[in-house]
């Protein structure tokens, strides 16, 4: 047999049942996933369909690490910048200073050029350049001073670049530019062979290229949605994957236009 409680024992019992009772029980289920590794997905960015701002669906994808999807391959992310709205990727088939790797062409869709474009401060460098290239004749203005460095520079400094001056004996053209050019201008027409891109170029003045900061830093903007006023209540801001038009995310079945209830 169990033993009997005393009366008072009841009591308490009783007495901790009704204050557990009255304890508010608030369970926060986000929706949408909010980290992809160590790298924070915030709005407008989302993983999952339906999360962050419809224009970038589709541009983030995570499996052990973040990749930036464009028509021309993924691109690792290496971190988002949040308040300066800045996202620095990295592409592991491009050219760096100590490793030359075969040309291949930077492409973006039209609407990811639109809002989330390679910033100022990142400049593309185009290699082994003929001396029939575009850019260095009827479009040589697209090509400008980049802190004072030059292509023998380069050539002279990075193991990987070292082998055009050693085929030529003497320094092959190179072009500093920006994305515009990469843009309309495939690497074919610019008659380079390969190509590399540096990011925080306003910081470079002096630097040598061992020293670069190379990948490509994009700088997104973010629509005015009113989506704080759903996070200020509560939720996450998503849309509708059929219409695009904004969610308020509050749980996995309640969702709203504008904010989530209290």
């Known amino acids: 047999m169990f033993p009997l409680l005393a009366p008072f024992t009841i009591f308490k019992l009783a007495l901790l049942t009704l204050q557990l009772q009255a304890i508010p029980i608030t369970l926060t289920l986000s929706p949408c996933k909010n980290s992809c590794g160590n790298i924070p997905i915030n709005y407008p960015f989302g993983i999952e369909d339906g999360c962050g701002a419809p224009q970038f669906r589709h541009m983030l994808n995570c499996t052990n690490d973040l990749f930036f999807q464009t028509p021309s391959g993924a691109y690792k992310v290496q971190s988002i910048d949040y308040d300066k ?15 030359l790797q075969p040309h291949h ?12 474009p390679p910033s100022q401060d990142t400049v593309f460098v185009l290699l082994n350049c003929s001396i029939d290239s575009p850019v260095l004749n009827h479009y040589k203005y697209l090509c400008f001073n980049f802190e004072g460095h030059t292509c023998d520079e380069l050539y002279g400094s990075c193991n990987a670049f070292r082998v055009f001056h050693l085929f030529s004996n ?14 309309f201008m495939s690497m074919n027409i610019l008659d380079c062979t390969h190509y590399t891109s540096v990011f925080n170029t306003n910081n470079l003045k002096g630097v040598g290229p061992l020293d670069w900061f190379y990948g490509i830093k994009m700088s997104f903007s973010v629509p005015d949605t009113g989506c704080e006023i759903c ?9 509708d994957t059929d219409t695009e038009g ?10 709203s236009t504008r904010q989530c209830g209290k």
């Open 231 to 239: 996070k200020q209540s509560g939720g996450t801001c998503g849309f």
């Open 246 to 255: 904004l969610l308020c995310l509050c749980s996995t079945s309640n969702n």
């Open 170 to 183: 003497s320094s092959p053209p190179c072009c500093f530019t920006s994305y515009n050019t990469v843009k």
């Open 85 to 99: 709205k800045s996202m620095t990727i990295y592409d592991p088939a491009m050219s760096t200073c100590s490793i």
């Open 105 to 116: 062409d930077f492409v973006m869709t039209d609407i990811q050029s639109a809002i989330i």
